[in-house]
């Protein structure tokens, strides 16, 4: 089974149309939600911010999506760029098993890591949601669960250490366990200076970019809201939504390129 999306053009990109086989658009939330709507109306601002930054990098790049769910993130980076690695980190076992499936047919090298990541190496309990395979969460309580599964815990600085891979640029979506993540990236993001796009929510009156701020201290890096009125311009402060529809920010060791607004806007 086959279902094709179509995939952006970069600035100056000619030539026909190119297109994304996401398998079918029926077995996972994301793939139901590029088959009602297409790539156009998925998360649009980020999808934009994030080719942005990858329009910065050099050819051989390497990207790690972090809670992949099918590798969306990581199968546009593959597609439409050059880069030297992609790794898609998705601990939930039949997701996984899809987005190694999507990479497969579209003859994309993604390497699908079937492990969590966190502050400490372990094991943990996986809450599937009864809501959205796309809101499975290590969070207990995060959405109301239809069981658990055990899954293997690293962290990022431990990942790069024994794989001697090296991210240039780090998406981070984990359903309000992304400051757990962040804490055990630390180091590489001392050491290597990765660009990070990064869920930040604000449920039931917490704000965890609080909590994302705390483990970002120290680190000398600039934070930009991405929504589709961004200005660009960094922030003091991290900071969740309390309305939910801006929800991902960019965290960046250097500030932003002049052109870095013309190029997302491209996207």
Request: proline fraction near 6%; charge should be negative.
């Amino acid at each position: 089974m086959s279902f094709y999306t179509p995939l952006p053009r970069l600035p100056g990109q000619s030539g026909a149309q190119s297109y994304l086989n996401i398998v079918d658009g029926k077995s996972t939330a994301v793939q139901r939600a590029l088959r009602r709507e297409g790539l156009a109306a998925y998360e649009p601002p980020t999808v934009a911010a994030i080719l942005a930054v990858m329009e910065l990098q050099e050819p051989g790049f390497t990207f790690f999506d972090v809670g992949a769910n099918v590798g969306l993130y990581s199968s546009l980076c593959g597609a439409m760029f050059d880069p030297g690695r992609v790794v898609a980190f998705e601990p939930t076992p039949k997701t996984a098993a899809i987005a190694r499936k999507i990479a497969r047919v579209n003859h994309l090298e993604t390497v699908v890591e079937e492990l969590a990541l966190g502050s400490e190496v372990g094991t943990a309990e996986l809450f599937l949601s009864a809501k959205s395979d796309a809101s499975n969460s290590l969070v207990e309580g995060f959405k109301e669960n239809v069981g658990t599964v055990e899954v293997e815990v690293s962290t990022l600085d431990r990942y790069v250490e024994r794989t001697g891979s090296v991210p240039h640029i780090i998406k981070v979506d984990a359903e309000t366990f992304e400051p757990a993540i962040l804490q055990g990236s630390r180091e590489t993001m001392l050491r290597h200076r990765p660009a990070l796009v990064v869920e930040v929510l604000h449920r039931h009156g917490r704000d965890h970019g609080i909590e994302m701020m705390e483990v970002m201290e120290g680190l000398g890096y600039h934070y930009y809201d991405i929504s589709t009125y961004s200005e660009w311009t960094p922030s003091e402060r991290i900071s969740g939504d309390p309305q939910g529809e801006d929800r991902d920010w960019l965290l960046v060791a250097e500030p932003l390129p002049s052109d870095f607004r013309d190029r997302y806007e491209a996207g």
